[in-house]
């Protein structure tokens, strides 16, 4: 009987991230989004760092194989450092909602970046509960609410490249992870190495750039934005993050980055109940169509 196991995770990925999109949006008004970037991946590696001494024993995966760290290490470069970077360059670009929409592609590229290197054949069937899914999550985020700072602005044509950019940078992180995963090595040990590699990799820049005393002084004179960081990446790059590999470990990519993609379905029901949001007749058809596609995958034989 399948389980549904790897489905199930990246739902629950969806979960995470949809809770700690609301705490680390507390935090960037406070300190801006490259701070909270920054400070999320650091939280991040301690809670999985000491998660991993408790559970595995060793304070970091030193016997894995230098390929497992290659492909896992290139995927927390591409998926956590560079794809979150241009989604975020995207938002400043085009606003929120139009990156949040390119960022729905992701599971489609997904798919078929699994399909030409991993080999990973979806049925038709799949292939529907897919389009149906995405198609939901784009009609939601079509359908909320435009006065968020949409307004199209000069560059418009490179946020729209940098926000795909930000979409196949996800894709390809997830391809690279299950790739660095195989043969059942243990998702919190590839979590762990990913994590360390992204955070030493934004860091190395943030140092190039000049803007790490920056960071900590921001951090320093509004110490309290540090209770919604540090809850966000408690459940977004510490579960989340974690959830994900179990999902594309155990579950065809395709399938699970479509069920990744499902935040901004979520984040109707918590905008609407914890911050008193309204929704047009679009963003709840959206949710329903979303639904049904999610309800498609869990049927898959």
């Given at each position: 009987m399948n389980s549904h196991i790897g489905e199930w995770a990246a739902l629950a990925t969806s979960v995470c991230w949809s809770g700690s999109a609301v705490f680390f949006g507390l935090a960037s008004r406070r300190v801006g989004s490259l701070v909270v970037n920054r400070t999320r991946l650091v939280l991040a590696s301690i809670f999985l760092v000491t998660t991993h001494v408790l559970v595995i024993g060793s304070i970091v995966p030193l016997d894995a194989p230098p390929?497992?760290?290659?492909?896992?290490?290139?995927?927390?470069?591409?998926?956590?450092?560079?794809?979150?970077?241009?989604?975020?360059?995207?938002?400043?670009?085009?606003?929120?909602?139009?990156?949040m929409l390119l960022l729905s592609t992701a599971?489609?590229?997904?798919?078929?970046?699994?399909?030409?290197?991993?080999?990973?054949?979806?049925?038709?069937?799949?292939?529907?509960?897919?389009?149906?899914?995405?198609?939901?999550?784009?009609?939601?985020v079509v359908g909320r609410d435009r006065s968020e700072g949409d307004a199209l602005p000069a560059k418009y044509a490179q946020g729209i490249m940098v926000g795909l950019g930000a979409a196949a940078c996800q894709a390809i992180g997830l391809i690279l992870?299950?790739?660095?995963?195989?043969?059942?090595?243990?998702?919190?040990?590839?979590?762990?190495?990913?994590?360390?590699t992204a955070t030493a990799a934004i860091w190395l820049l943030t140092v190039l750039q000049g803007q790490a005393r920056t960071t900590v002084d921001?951090?320093?004179?509004?110490?309290?934005?540090?209770?919604?960081?540090?809850?966000?990446?408690?459940?977004?790059?510490?579960?989340?993050?974690?959830?994900?590999?179990?999902?594309?470990?155990?579950?065809?990519?395709?399938?699970?980055?479509?069920?990744?993609?499902?935040?901004?379905?979520?984040?109707?029901?918590?905008?609407?109940?914890?911050f008193k949001e309204r929704f047009g007749w679009q963003a709840v058809a959206g949710t329903l169509v979303a639904i049904i596609g999610v309800a498609m995958l869990f049927l898959l034989p």
């Open positions: 390929e497992r760290w290659f492909w896992l290490g290139l995927s927390g470069i591409i998926g956590l450092t560079l794809g979150d970077a241009l989604l975020f360059q995207a938002y400043v670009l085009i606003g929120p909602r139009m990156g599971p489609l590229l997904s798919a078929l970046l699994a399909w030409a290197f991993l080999g990973e054949g979806i049925s038709w069937i799949a292939w529907m509960g897919i389009l149906v899914t995405v198609g939901g999550v784009a009609w939601v992870s299950k790739q660095g995963l195989s043969g059942d090595y243990p998702a919190l040990s590839g979590v762990v190495i990913r994590m360390l921001r951090l320093r004179q509004d110490p309290r934005v540090l209770l919604p960081a540090f809850a966000g990446s408690v459940i977004g790059p510490f579960l989340g993050v974690w959830l994900s590999l179990i999902a594309v470990q155990r579950a065809q990519v395709g399938i699970a980055s479509t069920l990744m993609a499902l935040p901004p379905v979520f984040l109707v029901p918590i905008g609407w109940i914890v």
